[in-house]
């Protein structure tokens, strides 16, 4: 229900808005990187410990929102092991995201972290440019993405004609504020996964310091360099330790992996 409730609230402020508004153009973004069923598993590691585990996955069927075709993401990250006896996680994302503008309409954040917990729900107006949580409506900046949005858009970047050091601005949103998602290219270099081993490419997000991580430049990420563009690998130091993700099996995907070797 309250899923429902939540793609009802989207309908209204969309389809709710004035001809005059409702006319601007959003923008239109290819998209050969992921289809529909896509789903993405990673093992967590806490420096030596196996930590936890994730999973991305693009649901099966469209949401229209608004009369907008929409994708219907799902990130979700739980703890595992020994580790789960005294740090406990059961993180959930969802994002509703335009299938022509790859913007999202809805984002909905569940998370408990060692009894920490969030219960976000955000709707995106991009015609108005605003986004509304149960705490502020703010202004955001046209195509602003929240933090599962901003990882499908990423994938569909063109970065065939990058150099190590181009950096590809992304506008965020977090805790009802706008925050730089940046990624920063840092060249090609293969890399061995459970999976075999992957033509990549390798990056940098510009993360925002002091809330989480120590530096600017604390994670680095390798996707695969094919038109998937699937994470194979994040590593990064954060405020009291370090955390690497690897891919450990995938499903579904739009096209052939850069698999070099198995």
Not at 59 to 71: D, F, L, T, V
Request: charged letters at 25%.
């Amino acid at each position: 229900m309250k899923k429902i409730f939540l793609f009802v609230i989207a309908f209204v402020l969309i389809a709710g808005l004035s001809d005059s508004v409702a006319q601007e153009t959003l923008r239109e973004i290819k998209n050969n990187a992921f289809k529909p069923g896509e789903v993405l598993k990673f093992r967590i590691h806490y420096g030596f410990v196996d930590a936890g585990e994730a999973t991305l996955e693009v649901k099966n069927e469209m949401q229209n929102i608004g009369g907008r075709e929409c994708y219907h993401m799902v990130g979700t990250g739980r703890s595992v092991g020994a580790f789960d006896w005294f740090f406990k996680v059961r993180d959930r994302y969802e994002s509703i995201i335009d299938q022509k503008a790859m913007i999202p309409w809805l984002f909905v954040r569940r998370v408990n972290e060692g009894g920490y917990l969030i219960n976000q729900n955000v709707s995106f107006n991009h015609y108005l440019d605003s986004a509304k949580s149960e705490k502020a409506t703010i202004s955001i900046p046209d195509n602003t993405q929240d933090l599962i949005s901003a990882f499908y858009y990423a994938r569909t970047i063109d970065f065939s004609k990058a150099h190590p050091g181009d950096i590809f601005p992304i506008t965020g949103y977090l805790d009802d504020a706008v925050i730089p998602l940046n990624i920063k290219y840092l060249g090609k270099e293969n890399v061995k996964t459970k999976l075999g081993t992957f033509q990549a490419v390798k990056f940098r997000p510009m993360l925002q310091e002091g809330r989480v991580f120590k530096d600017q430049e604390d994670m680095t990420v390798w996707i695969s360099d094919d038109k998937n563009r699937i994470p194979l690998r994040v590593q990064t130091d954060i405020l009291v330790g370090s955390i690497k993700m690897d891919l450990v099996g995938y499903e579904n995907l739009a096209n052939e992996p850069a698999l070099v070797k198995k």
